[in-house]
């Protein structure tokens, strides 16, 4: 037997992507970016956020929300920021131009550019003793340098002035140092060395024509290992390490004098409070305290700078990942935020007393006496009911019972309000409550259909308390039809819910009830059947006749049968023949052969000449689940067609 037509695969191609991009934080369009952080220092005249970035070069000014206002372009390499005493003017350390940039606090036009003489530099700035200190160099050659506004240029005097680092006190700075200065000690400069291993700190008083030491401390390792952050404490003779570490500095040295948890940095408000940052976590302390007055997370994975108003309203900070980092402002800087667990039982069972527990805490003592607001969600209150309040015990602690009159997912939320001194806070804790089983039922599951046969499903729904409706879908065999819903509605008085599918494709039928307040949730899935509609057409022969009782194809010897076959098309599906020979009585299996459907589902097969007279055959077309080059309907044959071979 050889193929006359063969089928045309068809072939398709589809794909698709989605990029999703999830923002953390509460950052809008306008809020103020960078992508290399270049000091972050804060206006309180005019309300301002100064932040620099190092490589686009960029001073950025934004509000008390965050929002950019205004830009300037042109500071190359912006290492740092500093504002002069009544906050009119803006320096910007401009590394990549060896300058320091005067901007005009509220436009950002530049004021002035004093050029900085040196090969490394400038690093870090502060205003201090009406100048701005700088910091230059880098290991084993590290200095302090300054910049008086009052000196007029013109003068014929160089308002820059190098090198000031007391000549007696080798080596000095080995980096270009940290540097700090304390708007309520406008006299004071703290400087410290940067670096892995670095342990040199100083601060200076420089209210004179020259930096006076007033305490020095140099690479021992005694105190530090590694210093990142320095801080003068406003109000006593110490500075901040790290934003954890406290050293006084009253006799000359430094000495250890307590320390706050452990932090990476921090910046220090003019009423002694503390911003410090721990990770992602923004911690507010009181002067020498050791719990936090407010904690913030920020989301992300970097905090690279923090900074206080100067009236401690708010705290702004540089957050991000490297290269991409958003000014976040933070409030309620002194509100403290409670903490509040909730713990009800994993499982109850419905219509029986539970108890639920939890624990008010605060790092700021609360009030006697607080009371807990209290609600139930579940399904019968989705919108939740309130439940009698409950008050905290004097170690914090509070329980309350409850009867859930409802099964399924019960949720607890335990809320407080909130007072003069604390935020307010809530949590909740889910229950697993039990529901009884509901009795659903399909029928027809194994039933086999012919092609197209319109066919009933019906559900059978028993007792449940309130909700009586069911969804019926149908999901045929094959990924390019889709599971859909047939039917959705209310079961009959007798509890049947009747849909008619098209039985094109095995089919699976799956019943849904969603469960209510006392049932749970049920589904149950048939699958029935479908064949394929089949038919074969015999061509080439001269007559139709019966031999006996059996009506015959007759074909002369030397003529060849063609048999066409039309079956239900199906991308790349095939149909078998089955051809079988008469001998002697019985009816013997020739060959069995499959041939590939065209796309219109037709497929014509010559049967070759026999060549010899007397024969008798007779030959069937079959589509068999699996073998035919797919799975979506059940095996079908048609019936036999008899051939006939005379002279």
Do not use: C
């Amino acid at each position: 037997m050889r193929s006359i037509s063969t089928a045309t695969a068809l072939a398709v191609l589809f794909g698709s992507a989605a990029l999703s991009v999830v923002a953390t934080g509460t950052a809008s369009a306008a809020t103020a970016n960078v992508a290399s952080p270049g000091g972050l220092v804060v206006d309180g005249a005019l309300n301002r956020v100064f932040v620099g970035d190092r490589s686009a070069g960029l001073v950025v000014a934004a509000d008390y929300n965050g929002a950019t206002v205004a830009s300037t372009s042109g500071i190359s390499g912006v290492s740092d920021l500093a504002l002069s005493a009544d906050g009119a003017t803006l320096y910007a350390a401009a590394q990549g131009s060896h300058e320091i940039v005067a901007l005009d606090a509220a436009t950002l036009d530049v004021k002035a550019r004093y050029a900085v003489a040196t090969d490394k530099g400038p690093g870090h700035v502060a205003f201090a003793g009406g100048k701005v200190w700088f910091s230059y160099g880098d290991q084993w050659d590290g200095n302090l340098g300054s910049v008086d506004p009052a000196v007029d240029p013109a003068s014929g005097t160089d308002p820059v002035t190098l090198a000031q680092f007391p000549k007696d006190q080798w080596p000095g700075l080995w980096n270009p140092a940290l540097l700090d200065a304390d708007p309520a000690a406008p006299g004071l400069l703290a400087a410290a060395d940067t670096g892995s291993s670095s342990d040199s700190q100083a601060v200076f008083d420089v209210t004179g024509a020259q930096p006076t030491l007033l305490a020095w401390h140099f690479m021992d390792y005694t105190l530090n290992s590694g210093i990142g952050d320095i801080d003068l404490v406003p109000g006593t003779a110490q500075v901040l390490l790290n934003g954890t570490q406290r050293d006084t500095y009253a006799n000359g040295d430094f000495t250890a004098a307590g320390a706050y948890p452990t932090g990476q940095r921090a910046d220090i408000a003019a009423d002694g409070l503390v911003a410090q940052v721990n990770g992602a976590t923004i911690s507010v302390y009181r002067p020498d305290t050791a719990l936090p007055v407010r904690t913030y997370s920020t989301g992300t994975s970097q905090t690279a700078a923090v900074a206080w108003a100067p009236d401690s309203s708010r705290i702004f900070a540089l957050v991000g990942t490297e290269g991409a980092y958003s000014l976040k402002a933070l409030t309620d800087t002194t509100t403290n935020n409670p903490s509040l667990t909730v713990n009800a039982p994993s499982s109850a069972a419905r219509a029986k007393q539970l108890t639920v527990t939890g624990k008010l805490t605060a790092t700021v003592p609360l009030p006697s006496g607080v009371q807990l607001q209290v609600a139930r969600t579940d399904m019968e209150t989705p919108n939740g009911k309130a439940l009698p309040a409950v008050t905290v015990k004097a170690d914090g602690t509070y329980s309350f019972t409850d009867t859930p009159p409802a099964g399924g997912t019960v949720t607890y939320k335990v809320s407080y309000a909130g007072d003069g001194t604390h935020s307010p806070v809530s949590a909740s804790d889910k229950v697993s409550v039990s529901r009884a089983a509901a009795s659903l039922s399909l029928n027809n599951n194994g039933k086999l259909y012919a092609y197209g046969a319109d066919v009933k499903f019906t559900a059978h729904l028993g007792k449940t308390y309130k909700n009586r409706t069911v969804a019926i879908y149908s999901d045929p065999f094959g990924a390019d039809k889709p599971k859909k819903l047939v039917k959705t509605g209310k079961v009959n008085s007798s509890g049947n819910l009747t849909v008619t599918v098209d039985m094109t494709r095995d089919t699976a039928v799956s019943a849904v009830f969603a469960g209510d307040a006392r049932y749970a949730a049920k589904t149950v899935k048939v699958t029935a059947y479908a064949k394929v509609k089949v038919s074969t057409a015999i061509s080439k022969h001269y007559k139709t006749a019966k031999i006996g009782s059996t009506s015959y194809y007759w074909f002369h010897k030397n003529s060849a049968p063609i048999v066409t076959t039309t079956m239900t098309y199906y991308a790349n599906r095939k149909e078998r023949l089955d051809l079988q020979v008469y001998y002697q009585g019985h009816w013997y299996d020739s060959d069995s052969e499959y041939f590939g459907l065209a796309t219109n589902g037709k497929v014509a097969v010559n049967l070759g000449a026999p060549g010899q007279s007397g024969i008798k055959a007779r030959i069937r077309a079959a589509y068999i689940n699996g073998s035919s080059g797919d799975s979506v309907n059940s095996t079908t044959y048609t019936g036999w067609k008899y051939l006939y071979f005379s002279n």
